[in-house]
Nanobody, 123 residues
Framework: QVQLVESGGGFVQAGGSLRLSCAAS????????MGWFRQGPGKEREFVGG????????YYASYAKGRFTISRDNAKNTVYLQMNSLKFEDTAVYYC????????????????WGQGTQVTVSS
């Protein structure tokens, strides 16, 4: 069992940066691949990116490549999403997820979800 809590969301102007954190409880965190998803207003939840259990391999949606970076610190049971050059269309609730196949873009593949953190980008 893993509990996930996201933080770091907020308001930012277009072109700015935010770093989201996802803190996990449970001794098995380091064995799970992790994913980040987002859900914008009136949209379905979509894959942002993911990271392998070791942190050695990362995966990104096309819109995130070059702007977003995922990393993890297994000693701190935390995974991060660094977002740079934010755009208005990045406005969404961002979720972290665990228990899926590494790099999976399917929400059904993940067993554990956080409650989400709101990111609002003003144009």
């Amino acid at each position: 069992q893993v509990q996930l809590v996201e933080s770091g969301g907020g308001f930012v102007q277009a072109g700015g940066s935010l770093r989201l954190s996802c803190a996990a409880s449970g001794r098995t965190f380091s064995t799970y691949a992790m994913g980040w998803f987002r859900q914008g207003p009136g949209k379905e939840r979509e894959f942002v990116g993911g990271v392998s259990w070791s942190g050695d391999v990362t995966y990104y949606a096309s819109y995130a490549k070059g702007r977003f970076t995922i990393s993890r610190d297994n000693a701190k049971n935390t995974v991060y999403l660094q977002m740079n050059s934010l755009k208005f269309e990045d406005t969404a609730v961002y979720y972290c997820a665990a228990g899926g196949l590494a790099g999976s873009r399917e929400t059904n593949d993940y067993a554990y979800w956080g409650q989400g953190t709101q990111v609002t980008v003003s144009s």
